[in-house]
C-alpha cells in the first residue's frame, strides 16, 4: 500500500532537517554542508532554493514563522523574505558544526553538536545555554513521547536511539536508557520523527529505509526506498499524512558503512515522499529564542 515517489531530484551533498511549514504549506530542508535551505511546494510540484547561507546543520521554525540556523558554531535568524542574520558564534568551540537540532513545547531548542567530543546543547528562551552532555559519537535525531514526559536522542555510531524523562517545566534530561538497537549490517540511525500514534520513525544511512518503532520499542515496518543513504524524515501534507525524507550523495560516513551496503549503489540526494494510507504525523514545536 505504500506508494514513494522522489519529488525534488536532487544532488543534495548531506540533505538534512525536513521540516513541515504550515504557514505557507512547504516542506524545508537543508543541503548541510553547501548552506543551502530549500523549499518543496507539493502543489506546484516545485523545489527552490530559499537561501544559500554558511554550513548549516540544522534549523528549527521560530513562533513568528521564521527560521533559527545553528550552523558552524554560529546562530542566524533566517526572515521569511530570505534575509540572514547572524545572531551569536564561537557556540560549540572544539566542534565542528551543530547537526540535528528539536525545538521543544516551552520553545527552547535542543542542539547536538559534532566531531570532536560530541555533546548536546540546550539553548533556552532567556537566553541561556547550557551543555548537557558529552561524549556522543554523532548526535542525531531527537523527538518527544506523546505524554512529554520523554525525550527521544540518536547516536549514529552507536546505532542507538536513547529514550530520556524529559521536565518540560525545566528541560532536564535524566534516565538515559537504551529505546531500539540498529542491527550492525543495516547502518546507521540519522534523524528522526514521531509520528500521532507516538510511534518513532528513523531513517537509516546506509540500509535503504525507514524503520517505525512501536512505543516499547519492538519494531512495526520497515520502509525501503531506492536509495541507500537516508538521512531525516518528517510529516507534511495539509493532513500531516505526507511522509517527506532526505537522502544524501555524500561520502563521509564510508568509514561506517556496513559490508551488507553495496558501495557501488545509488547513495541519493533528493527529497523523497512516501505515502501510507492511515498514517498521520505532527507539527513540530516552534523555538521561541530572541535575540537583540
Not at 189 to 209: E, H, K, L, N, Q
Not at 275 to 287: A, E, M, N, V, Y
Request: net charge negative; aromatic share 12%.
Amino acid at each position: 500500500m505504500e506508494t514513494i515517489d522522489c519529488v525534488a531530484t536532487l544532488n543534495c551533498e548531506i540533505g538534512e532537517n525536513p521540516l513541515w511549514h504550515s504557514a505557507d504549506q512547504k516542506v524545508y530542508f537543508v543541503d548541510i554542508p553547501k548552506g543551502i535551505v530549500y523549499s518543496y511546494d507539493d502543489t506546484k510540484k516545485r523545489s527552490d532554493v530559499f537561501c544559500r547561507t554558511r554550513v548549516t546543520g540544522g534549523f528549527t521554525i521560530q513562533e513568528d514563522g521564521s527560521f533559527l540556523l545553528f550552523q558552524d558554531g554560529h546562530l542566524a535568524t533566517l526572515a521569511l523574505d530570505g534575509t540572514v542574520r547572524e545572531r551569536l558564534s564561537g557556540l560549540c568551540p572544539g566542534n565542528e558544526r551543530f547537526n540535528d537540532v528539536i525545538a521543544d513545547p516551552e520553545g527552547r531548542v535542543f542542539a547536538g553538536a559534532m566531531e570532536g567530543n560530541g555533546r548536546l546543547f540546550r539553548f533556552d528562551p532567556d537566553g541561556s545555554v547550557t551543555e548537557l552532555f558529552d561524549g556522543i559519537g554523532v548526535p542525531n535525531g531527537m523527538g518527544f513521547t506523546p505524554d512529554l514526559r520523554g525525550m527521544y536522542f540518536i547516536d549514529s555510531p552507536a546505532r542507538t536511539i536513547y529514550l530520556f524523562d524529559y521536565e518540560r517545566e525545566t528541560g532536564n534530561l535524566s534516565n538515559r536508557r537504551v529505546f531500539a538497537e540498529i542491527p550492525l549490517n543495516e547502518g546507521l540511525p540519522d534523524g528522526m520523527t514521531v509520528d500521532a500514534d507516538g510511534y518513532v520513525w528513523t531513517a537509516i544511512w546506509f540500509g535503504s529505509r525507514l524503520k517505525r518503532f512501536a512505543p516499547d520499542g519492538s519494531l512495526d515496518r520497515d520502509v525501503f526506498l531506492p536509495a541507500t543513504q537516508i538521512s531525516s524524515v518528517t510529516f507534511g501534507g495539509r493532513d500531516l499524512a505526507d511522509i517527506y525524507v532526505t537522502s544524501t550523495a555524500s561520502t563521509t560516513a564510508d568509514r561506517w558503512r556496513p559490508s551488507a551496503c553495496d558501495a557501488g549503489a545509488f547513495r541519493g540526494g533528493g527529497l523523497y515522499r512516501v505515502r501510507i494510507p492511515g498514517l498521520r504525523g505532527k507539527l513540530p514545536f516552534r523555538s521561541r529564542l530572541r535575540f537583540p
